[in-house]
C-alpha cells in the first residue's frame, strides 16, 4: 500500500487544518474533502466489521497486534477513500444542496454566510477531523443550538463520537475470551452460590452461548443486549428485548428461525435473571436438586428442555474442562477446581 502524499498519512493532521481554512475562504473542494474524510470513516467501520467476523488464533493475539493492526486499518481507509472507488462521498455530494459552495463551510464555521442544511454524517466528520488541531470556540453555541439545528459543533458532535466509541471498546473487549473470562467471573461466582454449581460451570455455559463473548447479541447501534445465557424474552417478559435469527433443532435438524430475546444492561444483570429464570421455573427443579454435581445440573437442565441441541450438555462439559477456561481462571483465581 503506497502513500503517494503526506496528506495521504492519516495521522498528518495539518490536513484538518487546511481542510478547515478553505472551507472558511468558500474552496470549492472543501465539501468533497469532508465527504471523502466520512467516506474513510465508513471504510474503517467496514474493515472493523470484517475482522470481528474473522477466526483468529487467540494464541496469536495481542494488544501490540491489536494497535498495529488499528493503525494499518486506518491508513488502509484513507488511502482507499482517497481513490473514489466506493462512490460514498460522491453519493453524500449529491445529498447536499450547493455543496461545492457552502456546505463544508457552514459545518465547521456557523458564521458561514449562507447556512445549508448539512447531513449530520458530514457535520460530524468536519468538527471530529478538526478538533485535533483547533479546539472549536463555538462549542458553548453549539450546544444551545441542540441536536436538531443545521449547525451541530463542539459537545454534541463530541458525545455522539464518544458514545459511539465507547460502544466499540466494550464490544471489542470481549474479542479475547481473557477478558470475557474476568469480566464474567465475579458476578459467576454469586449466582453460583445461589445455585448450588460452580461459577466456572456457569462461564463456561455462557462462553458456549455467546462464542466467548464475541457472538453476544447486539442491537442496531451496536450496544450488547448482554444476553450470556440465550434467554428468549416471552409474553411475560416486560424488560428490554431484541429479535435475532437463531439455530434450533427440530426433530433433529438444525434450522433457523427468528426468536425474540431478552436484553440486559450488563453482565451481572443477566446473571442475575438466569438464576431467576432456573430457580422459578418448575421444570428445573430436577436440576437445581443437583446441587454440587456439575455435570449433573447441565444435564439436567439439557433434559428439561433448556437448549434443543442434543449434544448442549457435552459441549458445556467440554468448555469446563477446557484448557482455555482453567488457565484463565488460574491466574484470576489461583486455587480454582481443577476439571482437567
Known sequence: M?????????????QFGEMKLRARENSEDAAATVARQF???????????????????????????DFYQEMYDKQLAQTIAGQDRLGVAKMIMQQIPGAEQTAAATAIDPAA??????????QSVAMATAAPVEAAPAAAAA???????????????????????????ANKRWHKPDNFIADVWPEARVAAQQLGVSPELL???????????????????????????????????????LKRQSLEYRDGILQHQVS???????????LADYVDFIQTSPRYQQALS???????YIRAIQDAGYATDPRYADKVIGILRGELLQQTLAGINPGVSDYG
Open 39 to 65: 467516506e474513510g470513516l465508513f471504510v474503517q467501520q467496514m474493515l472493523a466489521a470484517m475482522r470481528s467476523a474473522a477466526r483468529v488464533d487467540d494464541a496469536q493475539q495481542s494488544s501490540y497486534m
Open 203 to 241: 462461564v463456561a455455559q455462557s462462553a458456549l452461548e455467546t462464542g466467548w463473548g464475541r457472538h453476544t447479541m447486539k442491537f442496531d447501534d451496536g450496544r450488547s443486549s448482554y444476553n450470556l445465557f440465550g434467554i428468549k424474552a416471552g409474553g411475560d417478559w416486560q424488560g428490554a428485548a
Open 2 to 14: 503506497a502513500i503517494n502524499t503526506q496528506a495521504d498519512f492519516f495521522l498528518n493532521f495539518q
Open 290 to 296: 443437583s446441587a454440587g454435581n456439575d455435570q449433573a
Open 113 to 122: 454566510a449562507n447556512p445549508v442544511s448539512v447531513p449530520r454524517a458530514v
Open 143 to 169: 450546544a444551545e443550538a441542540g441536536p436538531g439545528s443545521s449547525v451541530v459543533l463542539g459537545r454534541v458532535v463530541d458525545d455522539d463520537f464518544a458514545e459511539v466509541a465507547q460502544i466499540e471498546r
Open 260 to 270: 425474540r430475546f431478552r436484553a440486559y444492561g450488563s453482565p451481572a444483570d443477566s
